[in-house]
């Protein structure tokens, strides 16, 4: 298992951009996919990105595609999301989470996200 803890949320104003952190405890992060999920008041958590184990193949919501970017550097054991223009519909708290089963059953705290208008 890894241990993840995500940083770098704040509040923005719309158009405006952040970028998150996700670092990961434990020797296997490299053997991890991972991904990135929000949850807005009042409504389910969904997902937003993720990358594979290689950082060979990403994966966006549509609502996304565009103007996130995921990342990571298994040498420092972390992994990004560059967010571009953001909008108010993204405000939200993040998570991160990690898959090496097949499903994503490692998970950060959550950082929040707030986009003014």
């Known amino acids: 298992q890894v241990q993840l803890v995500e940083s770098g949320g704040g509040l923005v104003q719309a158009g405006g951009s952040l970028r998150l952190s996700c670092a990961a405890s434990?020797?296997?992060?490299?053997?991890?996919?991972m991904g990135w999920f929000r949850q807005a008041p009042a409504k389910e958590r969904e997902f937003v990105a993720a990358?594979?184990?290689?950082?060979?193949?990403?994966y966006y919501a549509d609502s996304v595609k565009g103007r996130f970017t995921i990342s990571r550097d298994n040498a420092k054991n972390t992994v990004y999301l560059q967010m571009n223009s953001l909008k108010p519909e993204d405000t939200a708290v993040y998570y991160c989470?990690?898959?090496?089963?097949?499903?994503?059953?490692?998970w950060g705290q959550g950082t929040q996200v707030t986009v003014s208008s």
């Open positions: 989470a990690g898959s090496n089963t097949g499903k994503y059953d490692n």
């Open positions: 434990g020797r296997t992060f490299s053997s991890y996919d």
């Open positions: 990358i594979s184990w290689t950082g060979g193949s990403t």
